[in-house]
């Protein structure tokens, strides 16, 4: 699907709606960017999160204002995306993103928002990936599906790694030196509680994979590098990530995963 194909109604120049209605369809990739960013509120009972053509924004649990799981920026301009999900070729270290921010323009992106789910679906170095992003029916938990395929005719090594900032409160500068890591190895899953959260401070935020991961890390600086970028971050420009779970650190969850 492109700008002035017959799949796309409503086309605009940079999307449209898909032939059923069902879904909205944005053409993204680099120069050629929305006057605005285009948004998706994806969202149970007690969990949502939003997303945009960009990438993924911020997630909360219960209450979006007082229970942000990570963080929301509120700027329209750069639209910076709160949570990453990074993919880098093991024999060449090339980095991108699975989504446009932050470093995913080297190519076109087809972004589709639908009721429930978003979708983004590009190729890069040889690598085509489809990432999609939904909450569960009935639980406070947000999947991201990444679907790789290799579309060359030799065998590829690549990482794959998921970037997210804890909050656990309105805003990270307030809850930083607050938020207490763990890892549960039988589970594959980071943990984060803040203590010092009156309403919320029961509750356990996590990042969970579905296989075990090959490093992890929870500083945020270790991740960033100084003075700090997500494209690329420090963390992804070395082999492997340190391992870091300890309290007292800038606070996030990193799982990288072969």
Known sequence: VA??????????????????????????????????????VIANEDFGFLVTEGGMGASWAINSGENRLTPWTNDPVSDLPAEVVYLRDEETAELWSATPQPCGTAGPTIVRHGAGYSSYEREQQGVGHVMRTFAAANDPVKVVHLRVTNLRQV???????YYA?????????????????????????????????????????FLASNKTPHRVTTDRTEFHGRPGSLAPPAGLQRIGLSGTVRSGVDPCAVLQLH
């Open 3 to 40: 700008p002035g194909d017959d799949g796309v109604h409503v086309d605009n120049g940079i999307g449209g709606f898909t032939p059923d209605g069902r879904a909205y369809v944005t053409y993204v990739e680099k120069g050629r960017l929305p006057p605005a960013p285009w948004s998706n």
């Open 165 to 205: 900032p804890w909050v656990l409160g309105v805003l990270r500068s307030d809850t930083q030196p607050f938020v207490i890591p763990e890892y549960s190895a039988d589970h594959c899953a980071l943990l984060a509680t803040n203590p010092y959260n009156e309403e919320f401070g029961s509750r356990v935020a």
């Open 155 to 161: 065998p590829r090594r690549l990482t794959v790694t």
